[in-house]
């Protein structure tokens, strides 16, 4: 089962009656393109010990980095306009297109 929710003003989602068991969490950042970055992960389990108690987890964002270019031509002057653009996270695969950049891009929050 999977649950959602928004942190609060003060970077907390609560999951109230999870039930026992070990559990993954991830944080997303939205931007206001409609576009989702995964954060950071954490994971944990719920115990027969910790039964009506509340399991904490910290959740840290990874370092960003922002990749700013030009593309040209062969001739190493002329930009070329809508040059399509694929920048890919190695290590989880994801990518990040830019839409509606002429011939230069500029992307940040990049995990």
Known sequence: MAYSAL????GIASFPQIGEGA???QASFVDNTGT???VGSASGSVLP???G??????????????????V???DGITPIPNAGID???VASGLSAIPQNW?????LSRLP
Not at 7 to 10: E, F, G, R, V
Not at 53 to 69: L, R, S
């Open 36 to 38: 989702t970055t995964p």
């Open 102 to 106: 002429p011939y230069s891009y500029f």
């Open 23 to 25: 559990f993954s969490v």
């Open 53 to 70: 108690a509340t399991v904490d987890i910290a959740i840290q964002e990874g370092t960003v980095g922002t990749v700013q270019g030009t």
């Open 87 to 89: 920048i890919i996270d």
């Open 7 to 10: 942190t609060d003003a003060s």
């Open 49 to 51: 010990s910790n039964d």
């Open 72 to 74: 040209y031509a062969s």
